[in-house]
């Protein structure tokens, strides 16, 4: 149990460790949850102070360490500026400006000590300065506490369905694409359209903020948080089918992007030095530890041709999500078809292979990618010829999906850089 004078030991610490460096001239900023009570070090410090990328605060950083306290977690940033007052004026500006930037502390400091606000902080409840609410105990340490509970988690939710929802568009509105459903063809698809692709979008999104949500809140161990959300991802596959009348929109998206939204919602609401790969990869074990074979495709091509599909993706860590990261530079149409070839040439994808309906096929069509320019005249020509041999490739489209989504996060998240 976290005890006040274990909080006043943490804050001395901290102090120490900004004058250390200030007697070598250093220009200090700290950074630190501003979370009432005596826990803080639980889940909700761990998200605020994870909730934005120091690339956000436009300083010109020359070292960053990040700390983790009684006091709970912070940064120490070892910054260059001639104009102090100006940086304090511009985290001011950041703190009013981002959606949690009340429930952070932002302080400068010279060698001359700390830089004072001109202008003092509002209480989070009322339009009262904080000081005289603390003073005059106008609130409940349980209700600032929700306060700032329920405006963090409103902030990832937000976030989360957003990112997901604009990561799953970006790839459906492409056109042409290779056989894949669009917003103007269904392509190789008889029993898919693009209505039913952003009805079963609109069903399963709830379902990975529920995941989210399950992951930061639980004190279990990792194998247990993926338990929850299996069962979760179980419901999204319900709800999708019955939205779709039985069609499979994104089952395998499902499962893929389940494994990141764990790993990220762990990676960012606890102390951990592991990478979100690497959780993402840890889980992949679990998931598949001793799972039994079973009847579908993914189990022949990996018996028969060694093809091991989504599971072999997910064991290997996405390796080809992580270079599909390097090639997917923006959001353009350019970059994201250039991002989707190069996964349609890497990956082992199974939906390829079934309906490729041999090896031999499975190979020429992999062939033809390597060999496609990407110019118009040559997509299209190739889209023609997927659709002709009823070809698609939506393994590749569901990593494409999980490529843009982690491409979003790695902007507001230092945590998720890889």
């Known amino acids: 149990m976290i005890t006040s004078d274990s909080i006043l030991d943490a804050r001395e610490n901290r102090a120490k460790k900004i004058s250390s460096f200030l007697n070598n001239n250093k220009k200090i900023v700290c950074i630190k949850a501003n979370l009432p009570g005596n826990n803080k070090t639980n889940y909700l410090a761990h998200l605020i102070i994870n909730s934005f990328s120091l ?8 070292h960053s360490t990040y700390y983790e306290s009684h006091d709970g977690p912070y940064y120490l940033l070892e910054i260059e500026s001639e104009v102090l007052e100006e940086v304090k004026n511009q985290m001011i500006v950041f703190e009013e400006a981002f959606s949690l930037g009340r429930f952070l502390d932002i302080d400068v400091y010279s060698e001359v000590g700390q830089l004072s606000r001109k202008s003092k902080r509002k209480c989070y409840l009322c339009n009262d300065i904080a000081y005289n609410c603390i003073r005059n105990k106008k609130h409940t340490v349980e209700e600032v506490y929700q306060f700032v509970k329920s ?14 929802n604009e990561s799953i568009e970006l790839e459906l509105n492409l056109d042409p694409k290779f056989g894949l459903v669009t917003r103007k063809s269904h392509g190789s698809h008889e029993d898919m359209n693009y209505k039913i692709m952003i009805n079963a ?21 990792l194998d ?35 494994l990141f939204v764990t790993a990220y919602g762990y990676v960012i609401s606890r ?15 679990v998931f598949f530890y001793k ?39 923006d959001f353009s149409e350019d970059s994201l078809i250039k991002t989707l070839v190069y996964l349609i040439i890497e990956i082992e994808d ?11 096929l499975y190979e020429e069509t992999k062939k033809r990618f390597t ?21 698609s490739f939506g393994g590749s489209a569901d990593l494409l999906i999980v490529t843009i989504f982690i491409k979003k996060l790695m902007v507001i998240c230092d945590k998720i850089n890889l």
Do not use: W
């Not at 690339?55 to 020359?62: A, E, G, Y």
């Not at 405006?151 to 997901?164: A, H, R, S, V």
């Not at 102390?271 to 074990?285: F, G, P, R």
């Open 55 to 62: 690339r956000q605060l436009d300083l010109n950083i020359i």
């Open 151 to 164: 405006k963090t988690l409103d902030y990832y939710k937000e976030i989360l369905f957003n990112y997901i």
């Open 201 to 221: 979008k609109n069903v399963i999104i709830p379902y990975f903020i529920d995941m989210f949500c399950e992951t930061i809140r639980s004190n279990e161990a």
């Open 224 to 258: 247990l948080i993926l338990k929850k959300s299996k069962e979760v991802g179980l419901k999204a596959e319900k709800a999708m089918y019955k939205e779709t009348n039985g069609v499979n929109a994104y089952k395998g998206l499902i499962f893929h992007l389940g």
């Open 271 to 285: 102390n951990t030095n592991k990478s979100l790969l690497e959780i993402v990869k840890q889980l992949a074990v």
């Open 291 to 329: 799972k039994a074979d079973d009847n579908s495709f993914g189990s022949y091509a990996m018996e028969r041709y060694n093809i091991t599909g989504a599971k072999g993706e997910a064991l290997s860590g996405y390796l080809h999500v992580r270079s599909a990261l390097k090639c997917l530079v």
């Open 350 to 360: 199974t939906n390829l292979l079934k309906r490729a309906g041999s090896l031999e």
């Open 371 to 391: 060999e496609l320019e990407l110019n118009t005249q040559d997509i299209k020509n190739l889209t023609n010829y997927c659709i002709e041999h009823n070809l």
